[in-house]
């Protein structure tokens, strides 16, 4: 191992051999796409350890593909694309890229540049040497737009700290090292990569999740795909998270919780107009009858969908996987001689 290799590491925190796959997500991005290469090259050139990068091309429709093919050409057989035939969205291709990862440490980012790629190392030591789960880069100076991006982020970063209970001051960097074998034990859908240490904590334990400072640069080129319109769609994940956090594995006990309610608030309004009723009075056209009657119609159905709730349940974990994307190219694995490793 060359001296240069190990100024990838501090030298007083020594990391075990493991192998790297860095996983970035790209869409409609031909002007970074070789810059991203580059750069990922150039970060990682004298890492120790072997290591690959997956670009996934998400569906683009510019020239993004062609110049991601170019540039891994030069670069070597560890840089691997993954073509999506469509516009599956950020979630789904970064779910493609850990799909198609070897390593037993996946580092994911974004492929506008914004993430340093030379921050890889020190988050993936982090992860190692104090045996983690996850470790979140946090852009403590981050470079973007006040009203479009900063205060949107605060506002949601503060709304999942709530919800989910990890105390992370930002939680939408892209770029966390993640171990393997706990990463894939989540299967990313809709638009899930933004809380991914939220659902992480669905399969281990917040302690094992750790945040540390990382580089963010303003972008250079290209335009952001991102607006204002994403913050009303992290309110309505943040409801499935919610749920999910709490009853994912036990849908029966959130639906029979509240059908249980529901109809005890109807039975005791039923027992009420009952007693009216034994005392002479005439309750047929009371709209309380009414409302006890839909409130134990409801309870039941309430109940019985908290049934099939866990009978769904129960069928997803014992299916096997099924995939949120299509590629367009092979993704079978590459052999063991496409790592970037010092000679």
Known sequence: MSDSALLSFK???PVHFHQLSVVVPMYNEEEL???LIEAVQSALL???FPWELIVVDDGSSDATWDQLKLAAKAAGPHVRLIRLLRNFKQTAAMQAGIDAARGDVIVTMDGDLQNDPRDIPKLVQHLLSNDLDMVAGWR??????LWLRKIPSKLANRLIRNVSGLNFQDLGCSLKAFRASVLRKVRLYGEMHRFIPAW??????PMRMAEIPVSHFPRMKGQSKYGLSRTFRVLLDLLSIHYFLRFGSRPGHFFGGLGSIVTGIGLLILTYLGILKFMGESIGNRPLMFLGFFAVVSGVQLLTTGVIAEILMRTYYDAGKFNSYHTLNDVSTPPNEAWHVIK
Do not use: I, K
Not at 140 to 145: L, S
Not at 200 to 205: D, F, K, R, W
């Open 140 to 145: 403590q100076n981050r470079q973007d737009g």
């Open 46 to 48: 004298s890492y120790p």
């Open 33 to 35: 796409a070789s810059d």
């Open 11 to 13: 030298a007083d925190t």
């Open 200 to 205: 992480l904590a669905t399969v281990t334990s």
